[in-house]
């Protein structure tokens, strides 16, 4: 049977699920949450209503984008990585939704995520350049790091770090969103505080859950290149590393904030 005219023949909102998936929604709607609490802590609290709601929807599509410019990019291998196992293990994977790559399982086509990511990416580059130009850089950047983290797969799990600093950017440009001339102590405890999170919270976990289908394409990552009890290890360092800088953030921002809500804030982290 023709798969395009039977992914032609899907109902829109089945064909609305694809991108969904592509994107990895879900995820980016939990990620959401770095952006906005990075401005929070700055500003110590909310800016105007029309900034909140542009910048929801530039991180949105931002987000949205980088997801999706991911499969896109990585699409070969991962047909490559179909044909190698039997089933996708979804149950374990951060990122998963109700279909895993829908480009590499042919129920989208090359050309549809590409036209996808390029029309996430205009509605964000124009949301980031209203808001603060030098966001626009930043979401640039942050594209073309991404897309650098995924040709570097079988080259070095050292790529990790790229996805700590895709991440990052994020948060960095919410700051810049809010407030043109913030404090550098800030944004430096700031990157690295979610850079950390990034590395033990997000990355190592999911490259873990895909550790022997990358085991079987060759792939350099922390789990399969350095074995799973060093991920571990560096899973639990990063995690201190993150709690630390969260409280480290707390002393570097320009308002006051009672002992309380520090001990609180470092009870959550342990």
Not at 7 to 29: D, E, M, N, Q, Y
Not at 49 to 55: D, H, K, M, Q, S
Not at 203 to 208: E, R
Not at 231 to 253: D, E, H, K, N, P
Request: with cysteine.
């Amino acid at each position: 049977m023709n798969t395009t005219s039977v992914k032609k023949g899907l109902p829109i909102l089945s064909r609305l699920k694809l991108f969904v998936a592509l994107s990895r929604t879900p995820h980016a709607l939990l990620d959401m949450a770095t952006p906005g609490l990075s401005a929070l802590l700055w500003l110590g609290g909310f800016p105007p209503a029309e900034t909140v709601i542009l910048g929801l929807v530039t991180v949105f599509a931002g987000y949205t984008s980088v997801y999706a410019l991911n499969d896109v990019v990585d699409h070969r291998r991962d047909k490559e990585k179909l044909q190698q196992v039997r089933s996708l293990d979804t149950e374990n994977d951060l990122e998963v939704t109700s279909v895993r790559l829908p480009i590499g399982q042919d129920m989208l086509e090359f050309r549809e995520g590409l036209i996808w990511v390029i029309a996430c990416a205009i509605l964000a580059l124009g949301g980031a350049y209203v808001l603060n130009p030098l966001c626009a850089v930043i979401f640039l950047s942050a594209c073309v790091l991404e897309a650098v983290y995924c040709l570097l797969l079988r080259v070095s799990y050292l790529r990790t770090f790229l996805s700590g600093a895709v991440k990052t950017s994020v948060a960095i440009a919410a700051v810049l969103a809010v407030d043109s001339s913030p404090s550098a102590p800030f944004l430096i405890v700031l990157f690295f505080w979610v850079f950390f999170w990034e590395i033990g919270g997000q990355n190592i976990p999911n490259d873990w859950a895909d550790r022997e289908e990358d085991k079987r394409l060759g792939a350099k990552t922390i789990p399969v290149h350095l074995g799973v009890e060093k991920a571990s290890l560096w899973t639990v360092l990063s995690l201190f590393m993150a709690v630390g800088m969260s409280l480290l953030l707390l002393r570097v921002i320009d308002y006051k904030i009672d002992p309380p809500y520090v001990v609180v804030s470092m009870a959550i982290g342990c």
